[in-house]
């Protein structure tokens, strides 16, 4: 039974660009939330997904935008990077429309920008 | 404001102690959950509890819903318990997760 799925594992990227990020939940799951990891914090919560609709959102910018599909896997988008956006990048799923669930993490993508 | 405190921030342990580390909060929640990382990012999650206490091997878990308080606790400490331990909680009302800023344990055999 296959857990989170992240990818890619290392990206580098400069300034300005775009990036993608893709999460498959654990098998059974529904709900997808992504969060961000600065060194040495805890993750931040960027936002959730459930049936394919942004179900709530952190304090991040729109330059973060997400989709989930209906497999239930789902892409984390950052457009016109900042040196600031460096960080890993976490998804975790869960099961679903209730909260109070055990999340699930994948490995994370790590970001960085030049 | 959602506030998520944990201490302490580092935690040094000789094998074999009994370890504690500690999540407060201010206002109330749904649940709370408690998470493992290792160097190199990945996340495990440990419990998920909204009262009384848990247990799994040498694990334990406690909150007290009045006082906004969770301790973890580690019994018989091992090298391998060395990683950053994350308290995280729902808010009422809110599906996200509010994360501390972890506490860093290393067990030295």
């Known amino acids: 039974d296959a857990g989170v799925t992240q990818s890619p594992t290392h990206l580098i990227k400069t300034r300005g660009q775009q990036v993608t990020l893709r999460c498959s939940p654990k098998s059974g799951h529904d709900t997808v939330s992504w969060y961000q990891q600065a060194l040495g914090q805890g993750p931040q919560f960027i936002f959730q997904?459930?049936?394919?609709?942004?179900?709530q959102r952190g304090n991040f910018p729109d330059r973060f935008s997400g989709h989930q599909f209906p497999n239930y896997s789902s892409e984390l988008n950052v457009n016109a990077l900042l040196l600031g956006d460096s960080a890993l990048y976490l998804c975790a799923s869960s099961r679903g429309a209730a909260g109070r669930q055990p999340q699930h993490f994948g490995d994370g993508t790590r970001l960085s920008i030049l | 404001k959602n506030e998520v405190e944990q201490s302490p921030q580092n935690l040094t342990a000789q094998e074999g102690e009994f370890i504690t580390i500690n999540c407060s909060y201010s206002v109330g929640i749904s649940a709370l959950h408690w998470l493992q990382q290792h160097p190199g990012g990945g996340i495990v999650s440990l419990f998920m509890l909204s009262s009384g206490k848990k247990k799994h091997g040498r694990l334990i878990a406690t909150i007290n819903i009045q006082e906004k308080h969770s301790s973890l606790h580690i019994t018989a400490s091992h090298p391998r318990d060395s990683a950053v331990y994350i308290c995280?909680?729902?808010?009422?009302?809110?599906?996200?997760?509010?994360f501390g800023k972890g506490t860093k344990l290393s067990v030295i055999p």
């Open positions: 997904y459930y049936e394919e609709e942004e179900r």
């Open positions: 995280g909680l729902e808010w009422a009302g809110s599906y996200q997760l509010t």
